[in-house]
Each structure stands twice: as C-alpha cells, then as structure tokens.
C-alpha cells in the first residue's frame, strides 16, 4: 500500500493507462458541447480529434468544475482504507475546482481525526498540473509522506513554466479566461499571440509574433533559455496540430532536449481551441524576460 493516495483532477490531461498504472484517482470535470455534456474521461467518450472537429465546425463547448460530490467520494474510499490524501489541484485562477476539493477537505476532516487531507493548489494547467502530479508520485512511491510531498510541491509549483501559442484568442475571451483587452490582439491579421501563466495561475498574454512557425520558434527559444535542467523531458500539449508539435518536438531535439507530446484535453480545449500548441517545463521565475 502507498504512503497516501494521490488525487488531482481530469485536467493534467493524462491517458486512463497513466492514472490506473501509478494508482491516481481524478476528479473529471465536464465539458458540453453539440447537446452532450460529458464528464471529461481521457478522450474515451468522444475522442480528441472529434471534439477539435466539432470546434472548428463553430459548435461552442461550455465547461463545468469537478463536484464536490465527486470530491467527496473520493476522499471517503481512501479515508475509509486509511490513507491520509494530497489532492493537487487545477489552478484557482482558472477554475473553482481546487474549491471544491478544499470544501470536501474541510467536511471530512472531523469525521477522520486520524487521517491527514492536504490540499495544494498547484496554480498550473494541463501538462503543468501533470509535471507536479507527477513529482508527486515519485515522492510517494518513493515512501514520502503526504505532509512532506505536499510542502515539496507548494515549493516547486511556481518553478512550473506554462508557454502557449493559439489561432485565436476568442475562445479564451469568451470562456472568461482572458480580458476583451487581451483579447484584441487575436484579431490583428497574421498575429500569433504568446500568452503564459503567472504567479496567481491565470493566464497572460505576454507579447505576439507574426505567423504560426515564428510563434514555434518562439516557444522553442524560450523554452531553451528559461528551462533550469536540459536533462527534463518537456511536455509539449497541443489541440489537433500535431504536425506543429512534432515541429516544435524537432527544434527542441536539436539541442539535445527531449520532448513528450500530448493532446490538450476536452476541458482546456474548449477555452484554448483548435491550435493551441504548448510547452510544460520546471525554470526559474515564471514571468518570461
């Protein structure tokens, strides 16, 4: 049996082979789209590929936070079992999720005086979510308790680089994550915008380029330069343009680094849309130069 269970949510954007191999429960959040409204399962649902084709036939998806019912159940299996919890949540700047898992925390505690409930909001998204999961596990298979990897991973969260290009900025805009100000800039003819997240765990917009392969360039040489360690494996997520990712994988490669590429979700999806092309990695200070 682990040291404690680990529980975060649908949105680090992992495969269902990842969470059953390493013994990772998640809360799913859910996403509507095309009259359905669908609990965010890791693409088994309605694939990834359908669900980037549906948004670029114009159909809208709305997203919905994790249910503190769901928190609540699985707090209780692993309580009952008599594990303490770290759950790691996705950022409170871009969802009330983390919320949600707090308020289960907060319920359950008295009826477990002996078990121990962590909550740590990791102020990151998909693969960045994902790096810190992640290190989590290794700190539990490796016989760290839950209160020491929880301190770990509020340590290490704000080290936790998110780079992100996208075809639009009206998808972000109107899901709310970003301002009509912001917003503009995805309007100008031929201008790709860089956006990043900072130290609340909301996203930025943080400077533009002209044209799809100058914004590659631009997260490889950024990537490159604020990356702390070229030995780490970085995350490269992106929404159905995986020829742009294998672009952005061969860049990196040339400098000896490797890469990991993954679709961006159901849930992040609907906020990014189609082309949204990202890399996950740990540096320094978040904020770019």
């Not at 359950?108 to 005086?113: E, R, V």
Request: charged share 25%.
């Amino acid at each position: 049996m682990h040291p404690f269970t680990l529980i975060t949510d649908s949105t680090i954007d992992e495969t269902a082979e990842y969470f059953k191999k390493n013994d990772i429960k998640y809360a799913p959040l859910s996403f509507s789209i095309d009259e359905r409204t669908i609990e965010e399962d890791c693409g088994q649902t309605i694939s990834f590929q359908q669900f980037y084709n549906l948004l670029r036939q114009g159909k809208q998806s709305s997203t919905s936070q994790a249910k503190l019912n769901t928190f609540l159940r699985l707090f209780r299996d692993a309580l009952d079992a008599g594990q303490d919890i770290l759950y790691i949540g996705f950022s409170s700047g871009l969802s009330g999720t983390y919320q949600a898992g707090c308020m289960a925390r907060d319920e359950l505690a008295s009826l477990y005086p002996e078990r121990k409930i962590f909550c740590v909001d990791s102020l990151s998204a998909t693969g960045g979510e994902f790096l810190l999961v992640d290190k989590a596990r290794e700190m539990r298979d490796g016989g760290c308790t839950a209160e020491v990897t929880a301190t770990a991973i509020e340590q290490m969260r704000l080290h936790v680089i998110h780079l992100v290009t996208v075809d639009d900025l009206n998808h972000l805009h109107r899901g709310g994550r970003l301002s009509k100000t912001s917003a503009v800039v995805g309007s100008l003819l031929g201008i790709k915008p860089l956006i990043w997240v900072n130290d609340e765990g909301k996203l930025e917009v943080c400077g533009k380029v002209r044209g799809r392969q100058k914004a590659i360039s631009y997260l490889a040489e950024r990537t490159l330069r604020e990356m702390t360690d070229k030995n780490q494996v970085v995350r490269i997520g992106h929404g159905d343009c995986l020829e742009d990712a294998q672009a952005l994988a061969d860049l990196l490669w040339r400098s000896g680094v490797r890469s990991d590429i993954r679709y961006i979700g159901t849930v992040i999806g609907s906020h990014t849309g189609p082309g949204v092309l990202t890399t996950f990695f740990f540096g320094g200070d978040r904020k770019p130069e």
